[in-house]
Each structure stands twice: as C-alpha cells, then as structure tokens.
T-cell receptor
Framework: DGGITQSPKYLFRKEGQNVTLSCEQN?????MYWYRQDPGQGLRLIYY???????QKGDIAEGYSVSREKKESFPLTVTSAQKNPTAFYLC????????????FGAGTRLSVL | SQQGEEDPQALSIQEGENATMNCSYK?????LQWYRQNSGRGLVHLIL?????REKHSGRLRVTLDTSKKSSSLLITASRAADTASYFC??????????FGGGTRVLVKP
C-alpha cells in the first residue's frame, strides 16, 4: 500500500515534556509538510521540507522542531516551549511537479495531561 | 500568513440538493485546490483549478475561479449523505506551499 503513515494516532504530553510525532511516506515524494489543526479551524503550516537535509519554518514554527534525514521520514517534535500543544497534527507530502497536490496522513491527536 | 476565508462556515442541506461554498484568497496563485476532510481524518484532494482556468468539472463537482476577485466556488450537485464532511480550499503559491481556508462544514441529511 502506498501512502502516508502517521503514528501514534493519539498522544498525551505531560507538562515540560517533549514528544515526537512520526510521519513516514512510501510515495517517493520529495516534499513533506506538517500542519496543525485546531477544532473547527483550517490548517496552519508548521514546517516543510522540499528535500532531504533541508527544511523551512512555516507560519507557526515556534515551539516545534523537525528533521529530514531520510526522504521517507519527517518527524515533528513538540517541545516544552509550545505552551498550547493540544491540537490535531497532520503530515502531508507532494511531488515537485508544480501542482503541489498534497497527500495527507490520518493525523495524530495530541492532548496535554 | 493569514488564511483565506470560506463562506458559509456551515451548510445543512437535504440529500439530492446542491451545495455551494465560496473561498477567497489573498495573494497571486499558481492554482487553487479543494480538499475534503471527514471527521477526525486526514484531507483528501478533490480538484485543482489553474490560475488561467475559469471553470472545471469532475464528476458531481464544479469549481470556478475568478482571479480578479481572488475568489473560487465549489458546487457539489445532487448531494448524498456520504458527502457530509468539511471542505477546504487551498491556494497554491508559486513556491511549494498551500494556504488553507477555514473550511465549510457540510451536513447532508438523508
């Protein structure tokens, strides 16, 4: 099966803790993205990467970090500096064909204990 | 960057009726896309319209684009209960980024 796999589906964070959300794709896409979605809202871009070992901040990068060591993987760390982390996190990927049609994972719902 | 705006925020219709939703965006675009999201799931791409196109059809979907007004509309004809979802427009800039609207929640009653 080709697609994007996000794990875990649900995640709980304690105060002061860093947590990492996994995103893996086997679509051979160059570009990958992380979005945050708050209830009843649209998606806001956290970070994106167009190529291995390179990534750029999106609109709401503060309190988050990423790495892109492999083409298939783009993990997102929610750090303790992110004071309001409760949200639905979506990972996506796209080819570099000029359309930027994005393919999404099923999401990770993060809550604070 | 600010998100685009979608209108209405929510829409309730009977099965068989048409659903129309509108989207405005702020900057010059390469294309505009529409996505669907079922509750608690990821987004699925529905249709793309390029900046030099004015109208596009795909099955029961019809999309229009007016670049002079920086607006787009999505029409779903002959709606079905399975069309119940949130619909998002996304404007694609000339780089590799999408800017999403706030979404329209559509409820199709059987």
């Amino acid at each position: 099966d080709g697609g994007i796999t996000q794990s875990p589906k649900y995640l709980f964070r304690k105060e002061g803790q860093n947590v990492t959300l996994s995103c893996e794709q086997n679509l051979n896409h160059d570009a990958m993205y992380w979005y945050r979605q708050d209830p009843g809202q649209g998606l806001r871009l956290i970070y994106y990467s167009q190529i291995v070992n390179d990534f750029q901040k999106g609109d709401i990068a503060e309190g988050y970090s990423v790495s892109r060591e492999k083409k298939e993987s783009f993990p997102l760390t929610v750090t303790s500096a992110q004071k309001n982390p409760t949200a639905f996190y979506l990972c996506a990927s796209s080819t570099r064909d000029g359309t930027n049609i994005q393919y999404f994972g099923a999401g990770t719902r993060l809550s604070v204990l | 960057s600010q998100q685009g705006e979608e209108d209405p925020q929510a829409l309730s219709i009977q099965e068989g009726e048409n659903a129309t939703m509108n989207c405005s965006y702020k900057t010059s675009i390469n294309n505009l896309q529409w996505y669907r999201q079922n509750s608690g799931r990821g987004l699925v791409h529905l249709i793309l319209i390029r900046s030099n196109e004015r109208e596009k059809h795909s099955g029961r979907l019809r999309v229009t684009l007016d670049t002079s007004k920086k607006s787009s509309s999505l029409l779903i004809t002959a709606s079905r209960a399975a069309d119940t979802a949130s619909y998002f427009c996304a404007s694609a800039d000339w780089g590799n980024k999408l800017t999403f609207g706030g979404g329209t929640r559509v409820l199709v009653k059987p």
